[in-house]
T-cell receptor, first 114, second 113 residues
Framework: QQQVKQSPQSLIVQKGGISIINCAYENTAFDYFPWYQQFPGKGPALLIAIRPDVSEKKEGRFTISFNKSAKQFSLHIMDSQPGDSATYFCAASKAPGGYQKVTFGTGTKLQVIP | NAGVTQTPKFQVLKTGQSMTLQCAQDMNHNSMYWYRQDPGMGLRLIYYSASEGTTDKGEVPNGYNVSRLNKREFSLRLESAAPSQTSVYFC????????????FGQGTRLTVV
């Protein structure tokens, strides 16, 4: 049972453009939504995370938008750069805490071309 | 500043062979995890250890065993490897339960032929 659906599977964006990755979840008990960035040959690393009490969170060029009623959240990368080329995973978890409860999306491979 | 260290980085096994993947963290974290990553499947939890002395099954535990050797080390063992266990394996650790960040190792690429 896939509880977090991520799209698209792959994405090609021109340098300077906006990259948008979408995720949808089913379990309304989820209350923590992190995004991970993974470069080839490396492990995932936390990029940015949001809780459902806010609709948007911005860190530099990376923004998470959250729509609780639609059960959707998305990652926007503004002014995309070739160095942003990586695989991005959304995830979701619910209280009580514990990282073992995190459910990951299937990943989006982003390629930013010059 | 090693973080989470996994060994080996690459391994090829024949069907039926056994092996142990090693993981160590130097961040004094209480919780440790083993994931597998397969194309189109994301990361799936195999086993985890919420604290030293405890281990529990995750989403896909069949064919694996784990040992939390001490607070730093958490190993994953394949007793009789199968081609379906061909994957990239990641070890991770987090400070404790709750929404703390998890830190991942660089992964072990395992091929079972």
């Amino acid at each position: 049972q896939q509880q977090v659906k991520q799209s698209p599977q792959s994405l090609i964006v021109q340098k300077g453009g906006i990259s948008i990755i979408n995720c949808a979840y089913e379990n309304t008990a989820f209350d923590y939504f992190p995004w991970y960035q993974q470069f080839p040959g490396k492990g995932p690393a936390l990029l940015i995370a949001i809780r459902p009490d806010v609709s948007e969170k911005k860190e530099g060029r990376f923004t998470i938008s959250f729509n609780k009623s639609a059960k959707q959240f998305s990652l926007h990368i503004m002014d995309s750069q070739p160095g942003d080329s990586a695989t991005y995973f959304c995830a979701a978890s619910k209280a009580p805490g514990g990282y073992q409860k995190v459910t990951f999306g299937t990943g989006t491979k982003l390629q930013v071309i010059p | 500043n090693a973080g989470v260290t996994q060994t080996p980085k690459f391994q090829v096994l024949k069907t039926g062979q056994s092996m142990t993947l090693q993981c160590a963290q130097d961040m004094n974290h209480n919780s440790m995890y083993w994931y597998r990553q397969d194309p189109g499947m994301g990361l799936r939890l195999i086993y985890y250890s919420a604290s030293e002395g405890t281990t529990d099954k995750g989403e896909v535990p069949n064919g694996y065993n784990v040992s939390r050797l001490n607070k730093r080390e958490f190993s994953l063992r394949l007793e009789s490897a199968a081609p379906s266990q061909t994957s990239v394996y990641f070890c991770a650790s987090s400070r404790s339960s709750g929404y703390t960040e998890a830190f991942f190792g660089q992964g072990t690429r395992l091929t079972v032929v």
